[in-house]
Each structure stands twice: as C-alpha cells, then as structure tokens.
C-alpha cells in the first residue's frame, strides 16, 4: 500500500527555515517522481519542486528557485524540502505527492507559516 505523511511543519519568522521530511512507502523513489505541492490560504494548489526518480535534476518553481532544496534519503524512504530565506508568501500547506497518471497518492500535508 502507498503512503505519503508529511512532517516538519511550524511557525517560523521571515528569513529562517524549516526542512520538511514526507517518509513514503509501499514505492521506491528510483521507480517514480515525486513532488512538493501546496496549497496558501484561499488559493489552489501550486507546484513547489519534484525530483524524478531520484537520479536526475530536480526541478523548482521560480518562486522558490535558490532558496529550497529538494532531496531524497532512499535508505530511509524519506523525501525531504530543506526551505531556507522564508518569505510570509511561502505560508501553505505543504503536501508531498508521487507521481503515477496524475499525482495518485497526496500525504495529509503541513503546515508552514512564516511570519513577518
């Protein structure tokens, strides 16, 4: 069975960071890409960073680009997204997915806010 659960969440103030871990099973990360998506108050969902399947370059929306990092620990199953210089625009909930025909498996999410 596939499994995704987000954690690493929190309050933290303009300019720190937080690293977010989604440990995942039931699927390996050399097989598949996976992604950070997420989700601002009242807005729909935006696509952060993927890495697909595992060995190639990973891939980050500009809004991000220089200050998160998107990384995978195989013998721990654990995708990870180190965000540093966070900005009160980064403030969503933070949700790891895998990709199949589509996005088919969301973790639970978390939430990051970050204050001004």
């Known amino acids: 069975e596939v499994q995704l659960a987000e954690s690493g969440g929190g309050l933290v103030q303009s300019g720190g960071s937080l690293r977010l871990s989604c440990a995942v099973s039931?699927?390996?990360?050399?097989?598949?890409?996976v992604s950070w998506v997420r989700q601002a108050p009242g807005k729909g969902l935006e696509w952060v960073s993927s890495i697909v399947n595992y060995i190639t370059t990973p891939y980050y929306a500009d809004s991000v680009k220089g200050r998160f990092t998107i990384s995978t620990d195989n013998a721990k199953s654990t995708l990870y997204l180190q965000m540093n210089s966070l900005k009160s625009e980064d403030t969503a909930v933070y949700f790891c997915?895998?990709?199949?025909?589509?996005?088919?498996?969301w973790g639970q999410g978390t939430q990051v806010t970050v204050s001004s």
């Open positions: 997915a895998k990709w199949g025909l589509g996005y088919d498996y």
């Open positions: 039931g699927f390996s990360f050399d097989d598949y890409t």
